[in-house]
């Protein structure tokens, strides 16, 4: 298939991109760099540099190419920062993700896998969870996805777009070309990289008094090229499948100081830790039911053990030290 990826040059977009061009697939990957890297972006694969916020462009750019299906992973995802300024992320979250939809439509694409997010859940009322548990999302990441998962609903009845939704829990881990670089860096495994490398002296361990056994938030996370893999399933049975939503975990929760041990394992560097205050919207749980994907397409995570996620991401790290610390002190 010709497909289109949105936020292509970003983390989880970088992978997916690298397992769709190995499967074959004709892939153009689209993102304007405020958060990707040119680098990051398969050697085989097409990138355009481009706002779905730029309505015009956008659908001159989708009409001119003529592609069979669109992956989107294009967001706005700090969800600090969706509290703090919520007007960006429904902006780029949902204008942008609207604005990509019409695009599709008048160019005649039918066909949309879109990356959302556990956030859509809120605080579960109990776990693990099913993609039929209540949706009340506490932080304005979860509610712009959430909206954007509602508009897909209306879009198939009025122009038969068929669409997947993967609610991703806690993507990490790396591929030998793809690895995990932002700026700022807020997610945890690379930050506590950052620590038993000496660029930060200590991790701020945000919530310690959490209805946790630890008292610290409690994840699920899942391999980022396991994600991928997600995607292509969903992409080759899009057609069969119609219209769903899907969680993408392993079932499994780890907490935040369970990580900061196993990081502590994997690098054989001593952590130091700070604790630190409540961050403002995270749930104490989020541990995902993911039996409908395995029924509906056959997937599983092939790298469920939160020990060997680490030590790609470490690998990567290690052997791209130079890059991220080059674009941290930008």
């Known amino acids: 298939m010709k497909i289109l990826v949105t936020g292509g040059a970003g983390y989880i977009g970088s992978v997916v991109t690298e397992r769709l ?5 004709d892939v153009t990957a689209l993102d304007n760099l405020r958060h990707g890297h040119r680098d990051a972006v398969h050697p085989s694969a ?3 540099i481009g706002d779905l916020l730029d309505r015009d462009w956008l659908f001159a750019a989708l009409h001119e190419a003529r592609y069979d299906a669109v992956v989107h992973l294009a967001a706005e995802a700090l969800i600090d920062e969706s509290v703090r300024n919520p007007g960006l992320f429904f902006r780029v979250n949902l204008t942008g993700g609207l604005n990509l939809l019409d695009a599709m439509v008048a160019a005649g694409v039918r066909r949309l896998v879109f990356s959302s997010t556990a956030a859509v859940y809120g605080e579960p009322e109990s776990v693990p969870i099913g993609e039929d548990a209540p949706r009340r999302p506490i932080n304005a990441y979860g509610e712009s ?15 038969h777009l068929r669409h997947v939704s993967l609610r991703y829990f806690n993507a990490c881990g790396a591929t030998d070309r793809c690895g995990e670089r932002h700026e700022p860096e807020t997610h945890l495994i690379p930050i506590l990289f950052d620590v038993a490398l000496g660029i930060r002296p200590a991790i701020d361990l945000f919530g310690t008094d959490y209805d946790t056994p630890d008292g610290t938030c409690i994840r699920d ?14 992409l080759a049975n899009i057609d069969e499948i119609g219209a769903d939503a899907f969680n993408l975990g392993n079932g499994a929760g780890y907490s935040n100081r ?3 041990d196993t990081v502590r394992h994997v ?44 030590e790609t991401a470490w ?3 290690v052997r791209h030290a130079s890059a991220v610390a080059a674009q941290q002190t930008r």
Not at 21 to 25: A, R, S, T
Not at 221 to 230: L, P, T
Not at 267 to 277: K, L
């Open 46 to 48: 097409r990138l355009i």
């Open 221 to 234: 996370y899942i391999h980022v090229r396991d994600i991928a893999e997600a995607h292509v399933r969903c």
């Open 258 to 260: 369970e990580v900061i």
């Open 145 to 159: 996805k959430l909206a954007f998962e509602r508009a897909l609903g209306w879009y198939e009845r009025a122009h």
């Open 21 to 25: 061009v190995e499967g074959g697939h």
């Open 315 to 317: 690998r990567w790290r």
């Open 267 to 310: 690098t054989g560097r001593p952590i130091a830790v700070r604790p630190a205050p409540r961050r403002r919207g995270d749930p104490a749980r989020l541990i995902a039911s993911a039996t409908r994907i395995f029924e509906r397409v056959g997937w599983q995570p092939a790298m469920p053990r939160l020990v060997d996620m680490i």
